[in-house]
C-alpha cells in the first residue's frame, strides 16, 4: 500500500498519539526517535517537525530511508517506510505546525524546521491486542530471570525500571532484507538484568520470527509521562522455555531533551589537575 487513506489522514492529524520515526546511524544501528508531530500531506508524503535537536535530524540527511509508526489513544496503529527529501523553516506547513496548540502560546519553543519524505509504503490501520499482551508480559517476567545478563551494568536503575513498566509502550527496529526499517511493538519486553532485554512472542511472534538471529537492533520503551530511554544491541534470536527473543545491549542513549546522549558506554575520563 503506497497511498494515504482518509482514516489514515484522520489518525496522524491527532496531537496526542505516538509517533515514532526510525533513522539508521553510522555504525548501522536502528535509532528510534519519539516524534509526535510526525503526519501526513497529501496521499503520498509525511512531514514531522523539529524543536529540539537530536540524532535523528542528523540521520535523516545522512541516511535519507527511514521508517515510522503511530499509534494513538484507541490503540490503533500503523506503520511504513518513507525517504526523506528536503526541509523548510517557512511556508504553510511551517505556520500550520507552529499554530497547534501545545506551541500557540509558548513563546520559547516552537518547530524551526519542517522535514519532508516521500511515502515508500504504509501498513493498513491495526489493534494492538491488550489481552494478548498481557499475557505476553506475565510469559516474559517468568523467563526474564533465566536470560538475565548483568556484567556491565548498561541500564540504570531509571532505565531498567522504564522496561519493567507494564503501563509503558516498548518497539523493536531493524533493518530487514530489502534494506527497510521494521519496527514492533513489543509492550509485553521487560528487563533481563542490566545488559539485556527480553521478550515474549505474544503478540506479533511471526512478524518476531523473522527478526535474523545476529542483526543490530534497536528498542525504545517510553512511558505515559513521555519519558523514555532507546537501547542498541545484537539481537539474539529466540530461545527457552518460555520462548522468549533476546537483545544483547551494547548501547544505551537516552532520548530525552534537554540534552539527547548516549549514557552508555561512558567515554569520559577523569583527567588530573595539574595547574592551581
Known amino acids: 500500500m503506497n497511498k494515504i487513506s482518509e482514516a489514515q489522514k484522520k489518525m496522524l492529524e491527532s496531537d496526542s498519539k505516538i509517533g515514532l520515526v526510525v533513522t539508521g546511524d553510522k555504525d548501522g544501528y536502528p535509532h528510534i526517535t519519539f516524534i509526535s508531530s510526525l503526519q501526513s500531506l497529501g496521499d503520498d508524503q509525511m512531514t514531522f517537525g523539529k524543536f529540539c535537536e537530536g540524532l535523528s535530524k542528523k540521520h535523516v540527511a545522512e541516511r535519507p530511508v527511514v521508517g515510522f509508526l503511530a499509534l494513538n489513544g484507541d490503540m490503533d496503529f500503523l506503520r ?8 523548510a523553516n517557512t511556508g504553510e506547513e511551517f505556520d500550520n505546525y507552529n499554530a497547534k496548540p501545545m506551541f500557540r502560546y509558548n513563546t520559547y519553543f516552537g518547530f524551526n524546521t519542517i522535514y519532508y519524505m516521500n511515502l515508500a509504503d504504509i501498513t493498513p490501520l491495526e489493534k494492538l491486542n491488550m489481552g494478548k499482551i498481557v499475557i505476553g508480559a506475565v510469559l516474559t517476567r517468568i523467563a526474564a530471570p533465566m536470560h538475565a ?35 514492533i511493538p513489543i509492550i509485553q519486553a521487560g528487563p533481563a538484568g542490566t545488559d539485556r532485554i527480553a521478550f515474549s512472542l505474544l503478540p506479533f511472534g511471526k512478524e518476531l520470527k523473522r527478526i535474523p538471529k545476529g542483526c543490530k537492533a534497536a528498542i525504545l520503551a517510553v512511558n505515559l509521562k513521555m519519558e523514555s530511554v532507546l537501547v542498541k544491541g545484537i539481537y539474539q534470536g529466540i530461545s527457552g522455555l518460555p520462548r522468549v527473543g533476546t537483545l544483547n545491549i551494547e548501547k544505551v542513549y ?13 567515554k569520559e575520563k577523569i583527567e588530573a589537575v595539574t595547574e592551581f
Open 80 to 87: 511504513g517506510s518513507a525517504v526523506y527529501t528536503h526541509t
Open 149 to 183: 545478563k548483568s556484567n556491565n551494568k548498561a541500564l540504570t536503575f531509571v532505565g531498567k525500571g522504564l522496561f519493567a513498566k507494564l503501563d509503558g509502550l516498548k518497539f523493536i527496529a531493524y533493518i530487514d532484507e530489502n534494506n527497510k526499517f521494521k519496527i
Open 254 to 266: 537516552n532520548s530525552m531533551p534537554p540534552k539527547n546522549e548516549y549514557i552508555y558506554p561512558r
